[in-house]
């Protein structure tokens, strides 16, 4: 096992020494007198001989330093020196690049004349890997938040749902004032936080939050972090508004925000009726990235009222909402670096939706036609905790987070397929808690150790009931019923531990770590049948589940780090060693499966130039399949589909390819990114599907199959000096080659999506704010075996205008176009305005704002859909008009 592990080590030392030349390298700390690090300082490397600089470095946000030393150069005559201003310069006569040379920099007494520079360019500060836009540059009198800011700043988008990318990369974090307040659910800082007291939006590249870890392990992750302004630091902060309007709608929002040094807070009471989804701002964004982490998946929902899908419109166009949000985040730091934090929220909401769906799937020599109309109502309620403590220093790191989630869910539909008209009520009760425990510190022989601890339980207890009389010739030998009663719960105990060894050196970071993990589950279902006397029975002998499940894996891992500013790369050799034992007693079941798998990835960053740089990563990975692939009972997942598997796992290998190359350039404000990539999954199990009319039924069968997707992007932004207009555009192209088994026939599709986009926001003189943004969407899907095709066109525009006349009077007219277009049918064509007016009353110091929504009352809309060889016309019934007064003053 070691030498399985050493030869890939030392065969990418050889392949890393011979493209970095042998030069070697200087890491160390600047830091001030009271031990806090001075970021940005400079560091030069001189030769004392002639004085000329050989070298040069800048600190990171933490103080801390690498410096390459030019290959072949001698180490006498050579001194380091580090600069900062407001401090005196300190060097050091370099003797032995194996430790670092730290340094201890005093304030100095000489005070720089100030100089005002008067200019009305934006202008992007750089520092290393940070880069800063100023809020002032880019904001508009209409921009309330700093949400609205960050939509307007060249080589940054913000996706529907608030997820935040900076040159085509989305970002891991949001700090505030460099401090984690809210880890990725960041929508609750940009739809809180007054633009107004923000400074600067920073985004750092390569962020490494771990400061025992930074200049040793590498990172390719984008943040972003928001400085606050100093007087604004000082005291409490808040943006508060009230508003009432026809047909019977409000809105409330009050807040009080702290961005002291040592307490931060966003805590918050929202309500609503007029569409805007609250639980949006409560969205992780990375979540996918963590649970693949912590390789914990968590269990999703089983049962469903139906395919019930959404509209390509903006949420607050169609969503029937009467919410509620209450939202407390406070973070208080103590002495030596300690930090305590809690996030917790309760949220309520009563939505409904009136939606008709047409489906129709297209099999060689016959099509499969559904026709449904629901009338929903949906009440969450969703309770979640989170305590986490933290310490963060140069030697020592510890996290311990505490996260408790109890929700509470009622979907109620009234159901008319044409065939029948029955009700259909849903409860879903999920409930978890976990702890995850992290600690990382630094020896006095400069290696690292680490211990990792996660444990979770979650069970969400799922009951549906349909009736009366659905389907009686399949579910109840033609009898008349009151209901049909389905009833799922998967509970679930895990844990991962691993210890972790990394061994620092002038050029590459190992890392060796072994652990294990136990996840453990029960899967019980019961599908029964009420009869009309109220008697209870079975719906069939097929119909139950009591399935157990134990998967215990044991792993070791060896991962080589060259955290170098010029060329950053990581190689990650794990290997696992992993048993599943799953049994049914009612089917006879009793398996057992053993694998050795190794699952490697390989990444590398390419520093072209200062701003520019190339990517290429490689992730092979062996998945198996989940307790959710293996019943052998049928569980009736929403009213349309009966569902059920074959004794054997699924087995997948998941292999993922990307490139791509970023570029920058501040000055002239001018960002570029293009990146492909490519993903092939391959699986030895395939999921027939048995249509008719009236119910799908599915079944995984043993036959192996694959998905390919190939995926080019590019996006590029600039910003015109002389127009005062940031332009951006967008193109996207994917196709996917995947295999469906419908009805006895093997029928494999290629489906190709094309999007492209294009955006501009204007600043028209001292009064004027123009915005526009168009994206076309093409999809079209084939099938080799009977030549079918299909093809959508869709066309989304949006457009605002905003006049400020005067400082305290404001208006805003907006549209967005919706068109679609399917051979076959009648062109789709939607147009929405809204209009709003905003006085500032100087003596209340209050703002007044009159609002029209949808002014133009559209009531529907109709959406078409393709995907592989099934097309579904959907019907959305609007809210409409919505005309609200509103009232917001500060704290």
């Known amino acids: 096992m070691v030498r399985f592990v050493a030869v890939p080590g030392l065969l990418l030392i050889a392949l890393l020494l011979s493209i970095a030349g042998f030069a070697q390298t200087i890491r160390g700390m600047v830091r001030d007198s009271t031990g806090k690090g001075v970021p940005y300082a400079s560091i030069n490397l001189r030769n004392s001989v002639n004085n000329r600089i050989v070298g040069y470095a800048v600190t990171d946000a933490g103080g801390a330093y690498t410096l390459q030393i030019p290959a072949g150069m001698p180490l006498s005559g050579l001194v380091i020196e580090a600069r900062s201003i407001g401090y005196k310069t300190r060097s050091l006569p370099i003797a032995d690049v194996h430790v670092g040379y730290d340094f201890v920099l005093s304030v100095s007494a000489n005070q720089l004349k100030s100089v005002e520079i008067k200019s009305s360019r934006p202008v992007l500060r750089t520092h290393g890997d940070t880069l800063g836009y100023k809020v002032a540059d880019f904001a508009s009198a209409q921009d309330m938040v700093i949400g609205d800011v960050l939509k307007k700043l060249p080589g940054i988008t913000v996706g529907a749902d608030g997820a935040i990318s900076y040159n085509g990369k989305l970002i891991s974090n949001l700090y505030i004032n460099g401090d984690n307040l809210l880890d990725d659910k960041y929508n609750i800082a940009t739809t809180t936080i007054p633009q107004g007291v923000v400074e600067q939006v920073q985004v750092i590249q390569n962020d490494q939050p771990v400061k025992v870890l930074q200049n040793k392990v590498m990172s390719d992750d984008v943040a972003l972090n928001l400085t ?8 409490m902060v808040g943006q508060e508004s009230a508003g009432a309007g026809l047909p019977g709608n409000y809105e409330v929002d009050l807040n009080a925000m702290m961005f002291k040094d040592n307490y931060k807070a966003i805590n918050y009471l929202k309500g609503n009726n007029t569409g805007y989804d609250l639980q949006q701002e409560l969205v992780a964004h990375n979540l996918s990235n963590y649970e693949q982490l912590i390789d914990n998946s968590m269990p999703a929902a089983l049962l469903t009222l139906g395919p019930v899908s959404t509209p390509a419109l903006s949420r607050d166009r169609y969503l029937f909402d009467g919410s509620g949000l209450l939202n407390l985040n406070n973070l208080v730091k103590l002495r030596n670096d300690i930090q305590v934090r809690i996030n917790a929220w309760y949220f309520h909401d009563n939505q409904r939706q009136d939606f008709s769906q047409q489906s129709a799937i297209f099999l060689p020599g016959d099509t499969v036609r559904y026709n449904e109309t629901q009338h929903n109502r949906f009440q969450p309620d969703l309770l979640h905790t989170q305590f986490t403590l933290n310490i963060n220093r140069a030697r020592y790191y510890l996290n311990d987070a505490v996260v408790l989630d109890d929700n509470r869910s009622a979907y109620h539909s009234d159901l008319n397929t044409g065939d029948a008209q029955v009700n259909q009520v849903l409860h879903d009760n999920p409930l978890s808690f976990s702890n995850e425990f992290n600690l990382i510190k630094s020896l006095k022989s400069h290696e690292i150790i680490q211990t990792y601890s996660y444990i979770s339980h979650s069970a969400e207890p ?4 349909i009736g009366p009389d659905f389907e009686p010739a399949i579910f109840n030998d033609s009898n008349q019923y009151a209901r049909l009663i389905q009833a799922v719960n998967v509970p679930t105990w895990y844990t991962t531990n691993y210890v972790s060894l990394k061994i620092p050196s002038n050029l590459i970071t190992q890392s060796f770590k072994a652990g294990f993990s136990v996840q453990s589950q029960t899967l019980t279902s019961d599908l029964n049948v009420a009869q009309a006397n109220s008697k209870i029975t079975p719906e069939s002998d097929s119909s139950m589940n009591h399935l157990n499940w134990t998967r215990t894996k044991i792993y070791a891992e060896a991962d080589y780090d060259l955290p170098s500013t010029i060329l950053k790369a990581n190689l990650t050799l794990p290997v696992s060693l992993q048993q599943i034992n799953y049994s049914d007693n009612r089917y006879m079941l009793d398996k057992r499966l053993t694998r050795l798998y190794f699952n490697p990835l390989f990444k590398v960053k390419y520093q072209v130039s200062a701003e520019n740089y190339l990517y290429l990563s490689y992730n092979y990975r062996n998945e198996t399949g989940t307790i959710e692939d293996i019943y052998q009972g049928y569980i009736l997942k929403d009213y349309l589909t009966l569902y059920a598997n074959s004794a054997d796992l699924t087995e997948k290998q998941d292999q993922n390819a990307s490139a791509g190359f970023s570029f920058r350039k501040s000055l002239i404000m001018l960002f570029a990114s293009l990146g492909i990539s490519y993903d ?3 699986a030895n199990k395939i999921a027939s599907e048995n249509l008719t009319n009236n119910l799908q039924q599915q079944v995984m069968l043993p036959y192996p199959n694959a998905t390919g ?4 992007s590019s996006t590029v932004s600039k910003y015109s000096f002389a127009l005062k207009t940031t332009f951006s555009t967008g193109l996207q192209g994917q196709s996917t080659r995947s295999v469906q088994l419908q009805n006895g026939q093997l029928l494999p599709f290629n489906t ?4 492209g986009s294009l955006g501009a926001d204007t600043k028209a003189g001292d009064h004027v704010v123009i915005d526009y943004k168009a994206t076309l969407i093409q999809t079209a ?20 205008v905003e006049y400020n006349p005067l400082p305290h009077l404001q208006f805003k007219l907006s549209g967005e176009h919706y068109f679609t277009r399917q051979e076959g049918n009648p062109d789709l064509k939607y147009f929405f305005a809204d209009a709003s007016a905003k006085f500032w009353a100087s003596k209340w110091k209050t703002h007044f704002e009159l609002s029209a929504v949808n002014f133009l009352n559209v009531r529907t ?5 393709l995907s592989a060889n099934t097309f579904t016309a959907n019907s959305y019934a609007l809210p409409g008009r919505i005309v609200l007064l509103k009232v917001m003053w500060n704290l």
């Open 462 to 465: 799922e009951n549906r009931t």
């Open 709 to 712: 997707s190939w995926t080019v």
């Open 680 to 682: 092939r999954l391959a």
């Open 752 to 755: 190709i999506t094309e999007t």
């Open 781 to 800: 899907s084939h099938s080799a075996v009977d030549a079918s095709a299909g093809h959508i066109d869709q066309l989304q525009q949006q457009a605002a």
């Open 228 to 235: 606050i302004k100093k007087g604004a630091k000082m005291q």
């Open 861 to 865: 809309y109709r959406a078409l859909n």
